[in-house]
């Protein structure tokens, strides 16, 4: 956990919080030595001039004190926001990846690490650690003021840091179960809130939020047992704090009885004794904080620098031709083979529709070729060169896709079909325009600026996926890859689908439709026929859609309008 400081956005503030802290501790002194100079030389000397001077040198030591725990706060401040700002393009592209890799839950909430690291380095205890540092100092001003005095409060320091010893033990055991229990009892509840409906209509809802409460009831469970744990260990780690308190005076007293200590030395020693297990008390109320943010950094660790992309040659804008060179797929993170060895080729301009069962591969087919989802073996070419050759910002532009399942970023509708770019509304209307969406969107109750809650809720599933084509239309595409683009529209949506999917063919768009039935592709070059992630058939139209067709039966009559 440490590490965190020797990080060169969080090192950098530490010599100034070092020296800042040395000063802290340096000036804590001033208020012993004051109340020992009160009781020892003011009252039985009656000096008024000497109380003036030696108050307010003590009120400009407690100034100088805030004005540098002020500071020190400000460059713990800073460093917590060096570390999000360095960590933060790490954390939002492998929750992108894991987003793409359908297993949101490996990093979704890496976001909730990386706050909690900063929160940990913005908090009390960095502070507590660099005045723990100084903590012989306050054993050697205990010691010089008598042997004794300094005997007493290093054997109490040390029974002391034994109980924040056995606390950080049990707290060790107990952590990552209670992280692992949380954030279970999280995906549970979060599951199940997203399948409310189904659960609801089919009569499984009550089964549902049982697994949720036990999983739950087991979160509680470990952090009870943890509470239960430590907080006895605790409660004796207090009885010693303040055991060793009235020691520490008994001692001062009895020494100052037999006339080896002044009177105001009593005050004294137990003021600079508390300042001296100060650090140690704060870091041993805190061991939960320190253990969670342990076990954030540790999750954190593993994920940087995974989000660096490499320096890539900038290439020219592509032109549409796309050739796939026996690929082998499976989803991200997966084993089993999805595409196995597809080769094809689009020539820029072409068409292709995209026909076969479900379970086929024909979305992966969709994700590879847009580059959404790498190929395990193989090599998808755009324009002759290796996909992974372009920089992902710079090969999304003129790349436009539907997938199978709209979803929408808060925002405005038009934010959303201008792919979060600096808005032109030109080209956000041509798009709309060439979905044949712009009717659509004016009918909404603010048209373009209509407000998007997350995912795209308070729209029909048709609103979305024909703002999903318009999205996808932005900007005029080369390749346009639509995945079942027809799902959700109704008759009038399908018409203007086809409309759509025509206009880009016009325009010269190298083309790929996904679709379960022929009649939505039957116009397109090209008919790819898939099963079992094999290409079946693949050839110009008017040669394969024939084969597909009952006998006697000719494109024209299927086609939905």
Known sequence: MLRIFSLPYVRRPIGIALGASLAINVLTLVTPLYLTQLYDRVIPSRSGATLIAIAAITLVAIILTSLLEMLRGLVFARAGMGLYAEMEADVLAVSRKSALAGAPGRRARAFEDLEQVRGFVTGPIPAALFDLLFVPLFAIVLFAVHVWIGVASLGCAIALAIAAWASRRTMARTSDEIVMRQRQAGDALEAHLASAESATAMGYAGRAESQAAQLNRLSLTAQISSTVSTSGVASIARGIRSASQILILAIAAWLAVNGQVSGGSIVACSIVFSKALAPIDQILGAWRQVFSARSAWA???????????????????????????????????????????????????????????????????????????????????????????????????????????????????????????????????????????????????????????????GLSGGQRQRIGLARALYGDPILVVLDEPETGLDGEGEVALNQAVQAARRRGATLAVIAHRPSLVHTLDLLLVMNAGTIVKFGPMVEILPQLLPQNQKPSQVVRT
């Not at 320096?311 to 595409?339: H, K, Y």
């Not at 324009?383 to 929408?408: C, F, K, M, S, W």
């Not at 969406?437 to 407000?451: K, N, R, S, V």
Request: hydrophobic residues 40%; proline residues 7%; aromatic residues 4%.
């Open 299 to 457: 999750r954190l660790a593993g994920i940087e620098g995974e989000g660096d992309l490499r320096d890539t040659l900038r290439l020219p804008a592509p032109r549409g031709a796309v050739a796939f060179e026996n690929v082998i797929a499976a989803s991200p993170g997966g084993t089993v083979p999805i595409l196995k060895g597809v080769s094809l080729a689009l020539q820029p301009g072409q068409s292709v529709g995209i026909v076969g069962p479900s379970g086929s591969g024909k979305s992966t087919l969709a994700k590879v070729m847009v580059g959404a989802w790498a190929a395990a073996r193989g090599t998808v070419r755009i324009d002759g060169a290796d996909i992974t050759q372009y920089d992902a910002e710079e090969l999304g532009r003129p790349i436009g896709y539907l997938p199978q399942n709209v979803t929408l970023l808060p925002g405005t509708v038009a934010d959303n079909i201008g792919r979060l770019n600096e808005r032109d509304d030109e080209a956000i209307v041509a798009a709309a325009r060439a979905a044949n969406a712009h009717d659509m969107i004016l009918g909404l109750p603010q048209g373009y600026d209509t407000p998007v809650s997350g995912l795209g809720f």
